[in-house]
Each structure stands twice: as structure tokens, then as C-alpha cells.
């Protein structure tokens, strides 16, 4: 079954159930376009219209997620929330965790990155200790067990 069929059987029943008319939406979402949620006519929706389809209907967005997910794949939402608890014990373990998540954020404001590649610190050390003893991009690259562009990129981050 279509995800998108699934969330649209969801959010008919919750409609449904709340005693919602698709013109309620009107202050939170386009009507037209929660009557082509509820088709299973659109393949993809921005994370703002599903919030504003959530907060007509009273529940949380995620919990529609699931339920969609959970009933889709002939299970159950309890299914998907064990698995979510599993997905987070494990992201927890690579420190996706609450303090994590704080450093991303200064002053309430999400910390702009550059573009492009971010640098990793220790291959871009071992590259120039390799290029201060004298060897060449493709010795490095060996040595290292590196593509020789990824060298290359390194290479020139300290000049030359």
C-alpha cells in the first residue's frame, strides 16, 4: 500500500471522527488541498501543511505518521512506535541526543553551516602531515586509503 493512501485513509477517519467539514481547514490549510490529501492524489506535502492539517484535526502530526505507517504496513502504531523507540536508542548512542541538539541553536537561532563538504578535522590532519613530509597527492591517497580528489581537496584547504 501507498504511504500516501494510508495517511489519506487516516486522515478521513480523523476528519470523520472529530466531525470536521473540509471548509473547517480553511484558516490553517488550502481546503483543496486537504481534499487531495484525503484522495491520496498528491505523492508528497511540506512538513507546514501537515502541521496545519494536524492542528485542525487536534493531534500531533507525528501521530498521524504513524498511524498511517503502522495500519499501512498491516501492523499496528504500536509496531512503529517500538521501532521509532529502537531508531532512537541507536541515534542516541552516535550522541543524537538533547545536548546535541542545543549546540546546533545559538540565541534561539539554528547555527548557519557553510556550504559544500564539511571538513573533517583528523583526515585533513593526516593529509598535511603526509604533505609536510613531502610526499604527493597520490602517496597520500594511498597511504591514507582515501580517494586521491578527497586528498586533493584537503590538500589545498592549507595553501599551495
Sequence with gaps: MRTIDSLA??????RDARGLRIEDFAGSVEPRHVQSLEAG???????????GVA?????????????SSGFGADGSPADVLKEIQHDIKALDALKVDAESFKRQFQEGQLVSRPAGVQVNQEKLAAVLVCKDQGMSISETAKKLGMPA???RRYWLKNGS
Excluded at 9 to 14: E, G, H, I, Q, T
Excluded at 41 to 51: I, K
Design 9 to 14: 485513509a487516516v486522515l478521513r477517519l480523523v
Design 41 to 51: 492524489r498528491l505523492t508528497t506535502t511540506s512538513l507546514a501543511s501537515l502541521e
Design 55 to 67: 492542528k485542525v484535526l487536534g493531534v500531533n502530526p507525528i501521530s498521524l505518521l504513524v498511524l
Design 149 to 151: 580528489t578527497t586528498v
